[in-house]
């Protein structure tokens, strides 16, 4: 599948399928847990960053059921779709962006997603506290969420951010690599 | 015109504090307070005594924009208010300069302090001139809702809390640049 | 390696004034603070932007899935609850949670029908006078009931009402019927009782004491046969509130 297929998909079910709120709504709650959970950590970002990334675990694992509902793309011929998939059709009717895949490692077992919008971090300033910038992963909670729903789908892969535009860097990139397919084994339990 | 400049929180903590002078008609942008030693202390002062003002007129006038409330003689100061919906009040202490002594009528004065009597760039002083003027609560007006804009911006953000000191650069030069726009 | 000289960013700001703290007798001289620590601020990106260059409006008509917010909330809530004792303090921890959004929001709200000519806090978009902060209940009321509930939900609440008991004239009731919070959040078993409408009870109560008028908010199941999560968020007002709105009541303020 290309990715403008992807990316045609993704719009005709987002147009179509997808119960709406506002976006301010989801940002303005995202915002707040992760401000809670700086507080609770008494401002321990690496504990902060875990955190989130185990909020979206369970989130993934329970987001990937209603993904295939919606979507009803059936199984990926090979990672590159994958990528796709997640970009242009799982991130824009979950939130409306299609963040760009790019910068594949030579085997096709690792990207990058460049987020031009992120509207987790809209309206957000880290603390000036000087650690902020250089530990918080703002939005880690999406890394979490693709762990999730992939390892439903039998596909191990680790993802975190490499930088972050409320760090100070030029572009918000999560990098995805596959660890592997999980084939030989009973897919966890759901619920 | 010497311009002092203050955010209280809805419990009266300062957020956020500047000095700064008239950029209108030529001014330089320095503050230049009559009592230089003790405009500090005094603008603070000045402004605290005038909260039980604001408060009252907090529930008469539903607006945000308060205009001018408030006159302390002493120091020839003046004090506009402008209140946040969520409670933050904004204090604008604005003091003419003083008039070079044995100068009964200033014309033709060219200090580039601003001088209040001084008629020969009239347009262009009025709002340094006359701090109640309607051109002045306009200019006023457009300055308090510009910085309105940028403590918006302060506020939505999740690690921002209210009565938080706002520390942010960026902010500072928001509103330097907003009283270099208008005041 | 010699270090810059730490005041640096401090020398070209000469204008900058100190913080000092407020004390509590006006009257009174304030104090001096030191000096704030001169801050060189946070990085940012290349093209020098932050959020002061963002425009405020720039989402207001943005959309995202509902679903989104459903997990989000919902596992703010699932965290919450691992962290305090009972319903109450579950309830009340969300309370807390909503109360800072209400003081955002409320500013956003202002700023919106400041800036733009259709006012988002008046029903008829024919006045283009800036709004005015509310000084009457009823005002906030309708504030929180209209405008307030379309910025979050994108529709008015259902209903506002005044309590008819003569032992509690200042109670009020904001009825949603269907609460977005309610409808997709799946509460753990041993907790059927909690109503998540306490983080927007919450943002209500911060509405509330943004604009002065201290007030307790809570949110109560009430079902019908028609809207099983039907929720009433009762509005309490403390006394001072009571007593200053018959001084304005006399004197004729709107």
């Known amino acids: 599948m290309s990715t403008t297929k992807a990316s045609r998909i993704g719009e005709e079910i987002w147009k179509t399928r997808i119960d709406k709120v506002n976006a301010e709504l989801v940002t303005l709650t995202y915002g707040t847990i992760v401000a809670q959970l700086c507080q609770d950590y008494d401002s321990d970002y690496q504990q902060v960053n875990q955190q989130l990334d185990k909020m979206g675990y369970n989130i993934g694992m329970r987001l990937i059921e209603d993904f295939l509902a919606k979507s009803g793309v059936g199984r990926c011929a090979n990672f590159r779709d994958t990528a796709d998939m997640i970009a242009k059709v799982g991130f824009k009717i979950f939130l409306n962006v299609a963040p760009t895949v790019t910068n594949w490692a030579s085997d096709n077992n690792q990207f990058s997603l460049i987020f031009d919008e992120n509207p987790l971090a809209d309206f957000v300033e880290l603390p000036d506290d000087g650690r902020a910038q250089d530990e918080l992963w703002f939005s880690n909670i999406l890394c979490g969420v693709l762990r999730g729903a992939l390892e439903m789908v039998q596909m191990q892969i680790e993802a975190h951010f490499v930088s972050d535009v409320l760090r100070g860097d030029d572009t918000t990139e999560m990098r995805v690599s596959l660890v592997r397919y999980i084939e030989d084994e009973m897919p966890p339990e759901e619920e | 015109m010497s311009y002092y400049f203050t955010i209280l929180s809805p419990t009266d903590t300062p957020i956020f504090n500047i000095a700064f002078g008239t950029s209108k008609g030529g001014g330089d942008g320095i503050a230049r307070f009559r009592f ?8 603070q002062f000045i402004i605290h005594s005038s909260l039980d003002i604001v408060e009252e007129a907090q529930w008469t006038n539903g607006g945000m924009y308060l ?25 604008l202490l604005h003091q003419p300069p003083q008039l070079p002594s044995g100068s009964s009528s200033g014309l033709g004065s060219s200090s580039l302090l601003g001088s209040s009597a001084s008629t020969t760039r009239a347009s262009s002083s009025s709002v340094a001139a006359n701090p109640t003027s309607p051109q002045t609560e306009e200019a006023v007006r457009q300055f308090m809702n510009e910085v309105y804009e940028s403590y918006v911006k302060t506020s939505m953000s999740p690690f921002y809390k209210q009565g938080m000191e706002i520390k942010s650069p960026v902010f500072r030069t928001k509103v330097t640049g907003a009283g270099k726009k208008w005041l | 390696m010699a270090a810059p000289p730490r005041h640096s960013s401090m020398m070209s700001t000469s204008n900058a004034g100190t913080l000092q703290s407020s004390t509590t007798d006006r009257q009174q001289a304030p104090q001096q603070l030191p000096t704030p620590q001169p801050t060189q601020g946070l990085r940012v990106p290349s093209n020098r932007k932050t959020i002061y260059d963002r425009h405020l409006n720039r989402s207001r008509n943005a959309e995202s899935s509902r679903a989104s917010f459903a997990y989000l909330f919902g596992e703010m809530v699932t965290y919450a609850q691992r962290r305090v004792t009972g319903i109450q303090d579950l309830e009340k921890r969300l309370n807390e949670q909503g109360y800072p959004l209400g003081l955002r929001l409320l500013d956003l709200l202002f700023y919106r029908s400041t800036s733009t000519s259709s006012s988002a806090l008046s029903s008829s978009s024919t006045s283009s006078s800036p709004p005015n902060r509310p000084l009457r209940i009823i005002t906030l009321l309708h504030l929180i009931h209209g405008p307030l509930w379309r910025l979050l939900f994108q529709r008015s609440a259902d209903a506002l009402e005044h309590s008819v008991s003569p032992d509690t004239p200042n109670e009020y009731m904001i009825t949603d019927n269907d609460p977005l919070v309610n409808t997709y959040i799946s509460v753990p078993r041993e907790m059927n009782m909690l109503n998540c409408a306490a983080f927007v009870a919450g943002i209500i109560e911060g509405v509330c004491d943004g604009c002065g008028f201290e007030a307790k908010v809570s949110a109560h199941n009430q079902p019908t046969e028609m809207w099983p999560s039907r929720t009433v968020f009762l509005v309490r007002f403390g006394d001072s509130v009571m007593e200053r709105e018959k001084v304005l009541e006399r004197n004729g303020v709107k």
Request: charged share 10%; hydrophobic share 40%.
């Open chain 2, 67 to 91: 205009k001018h409330i408030d006159t302390y003689p002493p120091a020839a100061a003046y004090i506009s208010a402008f209140l946040t919906p969520s409670g933050a009040r904004f204090l």
């Open chain 2, 36 to 43: 230089p030693d003790t405009a500090q202390y005094m603008n």
